[in-house]
């Protein structure tokens, strides 16, 4: 089945450090979707990805979707505290229906 | 525009009692996906309803159950419960069954199954 490995599992920085988080499957998507949770609440979409090679901005947050259309990455460039929380990629592939199939998640935190 | 609303937002319940949650999805979008979050098992895709249709399922077993209404709303039934069925359960909703589309999440059910 399809499977999405995340690395890494966490990362502990120092505020105003740059991140750099990825995803990697040995499957096709045709979607890469990024997603933000804190503690207690639902994921929220921080970017999507729609053609291999895109690079999308939102912020201090830029994500790619790779040539190969089976890894994406996200970088946070001058971290703060509020981007403490847990950062999941997911990716869809329509050939298998509207179903994302998520990483493990990266947890995120700051040293201020 | 309202985001996606769950109710209810926690739930204790005992081992075979039976659950029911909720889903209102995004004014407009037509899509409906659960998903079973735990710590062991990450995200986990249940299934996805679109027009009352169930359209995708995922690899849980028949206790998981759910359905769609004519407004989009969605819910889904879990009946016998295990003790691990204790989950964050979590619903999306897009706003077409199309290649490329977005999924925004509610903030979630916690079921804790005592």
């Known amino acids: 089945g399809q499977q999405l490995n995340q690395s890494p599992q966490s990362m502990f920085i120092q505020e105003g450090e740059d991140v750099s988080m990825n995803c990697t499957s040995s499957s096709i998507f045709n979607t890469w979707l990024w997603y933000k949770q804190d503690p207690g609440e639902g994921p929220v979409l921080l970017i999507a990805l729609y053609k291999a090679g895109e690079l999308t901005s939102n912020g201090r947050l830029t994500a790619q979707f790779g040539i190969t259309r089976k890894d994406s990455f996200l970088n946070i460039s001058a971290s703060i505290p509020s981007d403490v929380g847990i950062y999941f990629c997911?990716?869809?592939?329509?050939?298998?229906?509207?179903?994302?199939?998520f990483g493990a998640g990266t947890i995120l935190r700051v040293k201020s | 525009k309202a985001g996606v609303t769950q109710t209810p937002r926690y739930l204790i319940k005992t081992r075979g009692q039976q659950v029911t949650l909720s889903c209102s999805p995004i004014?407009?979008?037509?899509?409906v996906s659960w998903y079973q979050q735990t710590p062991g098992q990450g995200l986990q895709f249940l299934f996805e309803y679109f027009s009352e249709t169930q359209r995708n399922k995922g690899n849980f077993p028949g206790r998981f159950s759910g359905r769609q209404f004519s407004n989009s709303r969605s819910e889904m039934n879990v009946s016998t419960l295990e003790l691990g069925d204790s989950a964050l359960y979590l619903c999306a909703s897009s706003a077409l069954w199309r290649a490329g589309n977005e999924q925004f999440f509610g903030p979630g059910t916690r079921l804790t199954v005592l």
């Open positions: 997911a990716g869809l592939n329509m050939e298998y229906g509207n179903k994302l199939v």
């Open positions: 004014s407009g979008h037509r899509s």
